[in-house]
């Protein structure tokens, strides 16, 4: 059984292909247009899709020694991301289905970085707690199947990706700042400052707060000091980043104890983050977790991850049709 999937939601054009649930290709196009903008331009980043698609798709076969007709399914991401940029990729996958004759199969953006870690081994047992973080989400997610998962817990305003680049961008580092951060604070002191978080009710998250007081900490230390962010970057980055992944543990501990989970996963582009990796196997040890920590190359956005996701929906016959359109938000 091979399925090709296409992946398209947000400046990264990937095609995947996998066998019998093992995947045989995964090619990623960077958008890299945006970085002068200091963010994603939605309709720059709908025209580079339009560009990158057919190659991908071409690369992802021919790396996977695949052509059209041996295809069985084509997958695609429906949501949530950028409409024009899901477009893309939805009418792409649309086209390909009708012509080959094959099902079409609709993948949920988010609950593809959860399925990531079924690409290899070694694989979470169910039920699970997946912490989702990525540049437009934040969520705590219980995983009692391959497509059977709940938020139990979500941020009410910023992404944690949003905020790392944000700060970012306060620090005049180019986009996307969260690999910036990550790099810089790994030769700093991450007690050198403090931020207060924002203590939210329950399980949820707030990030908004965490710009604010950091633009007017700079602001004051730079009225002291013009030369202070040269002077201080690694300590800056480190004490941030010290700061989000405090607030994303913490609330990740009290659903583990809540829930009497101790299978416990991180995904998205921000679990690439080597802070939140480190932290997160540690506190693993003290509690006595398992600890499931994607490979670098499943944690941003690609396509093997929506392949897997499609690979477990072709299993249980869950294909849609011709009628289907993108979502920008979509439920789970
Ligand atoms: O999952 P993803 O590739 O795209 C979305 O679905 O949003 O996540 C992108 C986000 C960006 O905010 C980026 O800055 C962040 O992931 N990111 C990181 C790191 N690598 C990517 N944040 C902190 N540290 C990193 N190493
Ligand atoms: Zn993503």
Request: net charge negative; charged share 20%.
């Amino acid at each position: 059984m091979n399925i090709l999937a296409i992946e398209s939601s947000c400046d990264e054009t990937s095609a995947a292909v996998i066998s019998n649930g093992k995947i045989c290709s995964n090619v990623v196009a960077t958008q890299l247009i945006h970085q002068q903008y200091g963010g994603v331009v939605p309709e720059l980043a709908s025209r580079a899709h339009q560009q990158h698609v057919l190659p991908v798709v071409e690369r992802a076969l021919s790396d996977a020694k695949v052509t059209k007709k041996d295809l069985h399914a084509i997958a695609f991401t429906r949501g949530p991301g950028l409409l024009g940029a899901l477009l893309v990729g939805t009418s792409f996958a649309k086209a390909m289905a009708l012509g080959l004759n094959i099902p079409l199969i609709d993948v949920h953006h988010m609950q593809a970085h959860v399925l990531a870690h079924f690409i290899e081994d070694p694989k979470p047992c169910f039920p699970f707690l997946c912490l989702t973080v990525s540049g437009g989400h934040t969520q705590i997610v219980k995983v009692r199947d391959y497509l059977d998962m709940e938020i139990i817990g979500q941020t009410m305003d910023d992404a944690v990706g949003e905020a790392f680049d944000k700060t970012a961008k306060l620090l005049d580092l180019p986009y996307p700042g969260g690999p910036l951060i990550d790099k810089y604070a790994q030769q700093g002191n991450p007690l050198a400052f403090e931020f207060p978080p924002v203590e939210m009710p329950g399980l949820d998250y707030s990030f908004s707060g965490i710009k604010t007081s950091f633009m007017y900490f700079l602001q004051k230390k730079t009225r002291e000091n013009p030369n202070f962010v040269q002077e201080n970057l690694p300590d800056i980055c480190a004490s941030i980043q010290h700061t989000l992944v405090r607030i994303l543990l913490k609330k990740l501990k009290r659903a583990a104890k809540e829930t009497g989970i101790r299978e416990i996963a991180i995904a998205g582009g921000v679990s690439a983050n080597s802070g939140l990796r480190k932290s997160l196997t540690e506190l693993g040890e003290e509690m006595g977790w398992n600890v499931y920590i994607p490979r670098f190359e499943y944690c941003t956005d690609n396509a093997a991850m929506i392949a897997i996701a499609a690979h477990y929906k072709y299993l249980q016959n869950d294909f849609t049709d011709q009628k289907v359109s993108p979502l920008a938000r979509m439920e789970f």
